[in-house]
């Protein structure tokens, strides 16, 4: 059973940092694209950044130069260094797994498992 975990979110100040981490279990994941995604109350969940099997990345504009994503197929993880936090970025964040392509995509449809999410509080 395919299973996704993630962890690090929490309450920081405007301007600060937090690493996100997803471990993922139940298959190896090495040939799968790995992303995050974010849904603020009231809003739709809404692509944040991917990483594709071989490394190729992906960020949506928003986040672009401020967040970072990578991956440790040894440990099945994936995690999302987030810098220069803003109140807009507050969201529960969700970690999702897909099919593996050269460059990964920004649709939700295109991820097939999903974690539980993880609450990211930016104070102004």
């Known amino acids: 059973q395919v299973q996704l975990v993630e962890s690090g979110g929490g309450l920081v100040q405007a301007g600060g940092s937090l690493r996100l981490s997803c471990a993922a279990s139940g298959r190896t994941f090495s040939n799968y694209n790995m992303g995050w995604f974010r849904q603020a109350p009231g809003k739709e969940r809404e692509f944040v950044a991917a990483?594709?099997?071989?490394?190729?990345?992906n960020y949506a504009d928003s986040v672009k130069g401020r967040f970072t994503i990578s991956r440790d197929n040894a440990k099945n993880t994936v995690y999302l260094q987030m810098n220069s936090l803003n109140p807009e970025d507050t969201a529960v964040y969700y970690c999702?797994?897909?099919?593996?392509?050269?460059?990964?995509?920004?649709?939700?449809?295109?991820?097939?498992?999903w974690g539980q999410g993880t609450q990211v509080t930016v104070s102004s």
């Open positions: 999702a797994v897909g099919l593996g392509t050269v460059l990964p995509g920004r649709r939700a449809a295109g991820y097939n498992y």
């Open positions: 990483i594709s099997w071989i490394s190729n990345t």
